[in-house]
């Protein structure tokens, strides 16, 4: 099973690149959660910490795309060295100040800075993987998912390290390991220069406009939102779910299973090659995690909401893999980090949407009202996906680069790579394609017919 991630980890530099960023973005879940507990206490209100937690996450969502595009334009290094040592300045005036009772406008502006210049080392990643690999999108696809089922081990170790931290050595603590995380995991991924995508202006390429120009990008920025709130309304929901039944520390556990059942899926999804075409996969994984959360909120006991939420998990890990592989195709090859950030930045930025309106709602009426902002914000992701399902087609010249490869890559004679490109052509451009294909149950992995003599399957 493993054999898919042992063959794109044997690339030249990929083990390294790939082991620095999942030490780079262990902060990505500490830093958050590691304000709150923080500043709740020393000095005592949760009010204070949500806030400066939420000056942080809209920071990070508003300059991340920007530092995003300037790493596109001049190159990984330039750009995020400096940006990762004004990102450990800010977040060491935050502890600071903090542990000095300082005024809380202080607090605000060290959470600024921070969330301003600490960017995105998944998209970074992730943009690697596609130079290293040359943009095959079976390789790329397993690339993704290792790199979806590494975020799902960060979110599941960090918030509780992060919690451990806090309570029983300092409230500080908490974020002293995310700031060792960014300045050794940062500086280490991005002393790795021979892996390092080339910068357009290397290249003589023009950048101009967003990426949200294309209208199939802002659908995708739409629905992470919904998903992240997802997120963030489930953590709330299930935290004040536990506490009703007596049992408060329990929800880290059920939380924790949540994720392991994603990162679970995203392991198995990632060693298997899909027919399908890539939008309609993303759009059953929103549809299938949908009709998931909607079970939450008719548990009956904790047990139960375990056992459905590791059901749902295993919805997650593929729905994210199939969107950030979108973008690979709905953005030119000179924007991808740029376009990878949205969808990041979209995510973090709907999962503090939705833990601050479920906690209102939870104030109000229980973990109940928690768990209908959950399935309010699957039913915008599902409605976004479906409304708009045309728009994630993927750009014409990705069709063509795809067919390119299956020419270039796949076929060991000019007859057999013209079959191979014709049958990789109709599966791009038209899922209604008339070449049969086998099924092994609904939404079950496609099975490919078989090719023409002299026409081998790759790996």
Not at 24 to 37: E, H, K, P, T, W
Not at 218 to 233: D, N, P, S, T
Not at 371 to 382: D, T
Request: glycine share 10%; hydrophobic share 50%.
């Amino acid at each position: 099973m493993l054999q898919p991630y042992r063959e794109i980890l044997s690339r030249p530099g990929a083990l390294a690149f790939s082991a620095a960023g999942m030490v780079a973005r262990l902060q990505m879940s500490m830093i958050g959660i590691g304000i709150v507990l923080m500043i709740s206490a020393l000095y005592g209100s949760y009010g204070l910490a949500g806030r400066v937690s939420a000056v942080y996450v809209v920071a990070q969502a508003l300059c991340s795309p920007q530092l995003a595009r300037l790493v596109d334009r001049h190159g990984q290094a330039r750009v995020m060295r400096p940006a990762v040592a004004v990102a450990s300045v800010g977040l060491v005036t935050l502890v600071v100040a903090a542990r000095a009772d300082t005024s809380p406008w202080l607090l605000y502006v060290a959470a600024a800075v921070t969330g301003a210049a600490v960017g995105s080392f998944g998209s970074l990643v992730r943009a690697r993987w596609s130079g290293v690999l040359g943009g095959d999108p079976r390789p790329m696809h397993t690339a993704y998912a290792l790199e979806s089922t590494i975020d799902e081990f960060v979110f599941i170790v960090g918030p509780v390290l992060a919690t451990l931290l806090a309570t029983s050595v300092d409230p500080a603590a908490g974020l002293v390991v995310p700031l060792v995380a960014l300045v050794v995991g940062g500086y280490w991924f991005l002393a790795l220069r021979t892996t390092e995508p080339a910068p357009t202006v290397a290249k003589g390429e023009k950048v101009r406009g967003s990426v949200l120009a294309a209208p199939g990008m802002v659908v995708l920025a739409l629905v992470f939102v919904a998903m992240g709130a997802i997120f963030g309304a489930t953590d709330v929901s299930t935290v004040a779910f536990a506490e009703e039944s007596g049992n408060t520390g329990i929800a880290g556990v059920i939380l924790a299973v949540f994720a392991f059942g994603s990162l679970i899926s995203g392991l198995l999804y990632g060693t298997r090659h899909w027919v399908r075409p890539l939008h309609q996969r993303f759009a059953i994984g929103v549809v299938v995690l949908a009709v998931g959360v909607c079970f939450f909120v008719v548990a009956t006991n904790l047990v139960v909401l375990a056992a459905v939420m590791f059901v749902t998990g295993f919805a997650i890990a593929p729905t994210l893999i199939n969107g950030n592989a979108l973008v690979q195709q709905l953005v030119a090859p000179a924007r991808l980090t740029e376009g990878l950030t949205w969808v990041g930045t979209s995510l973090g930025v709907g999962v503090s949407f939705g833990s601050s309106i479920a906690g209102a709602r939870i104030d109000a009426d229980g973990s109940h009202g928690g768990f209908l902002v959950v399935i309010a914000s699957a039913a915008l992701a599902l409605v976004a996906t479906l409304a708009a399902f045309r728009t994630l087609r993927p750009r014409p010249d990705a069709v063509t680069d795809r067919v390119a490869r299956a020419v270039e890559d796949e076929s060991p004679s000019p007859t057999a790579g013209a079959t191979v490109a014709a049958c990789e052509l109709a599966d791009c451009v038209d899922p209604r394609s008339t070449v049969p294909q086998q099924r092994t149950g609904p939404g079950d992995e496609d099975v490919v017919p078989p090719r023409p003599t002299g026409v081998t399957e790759e790996g």
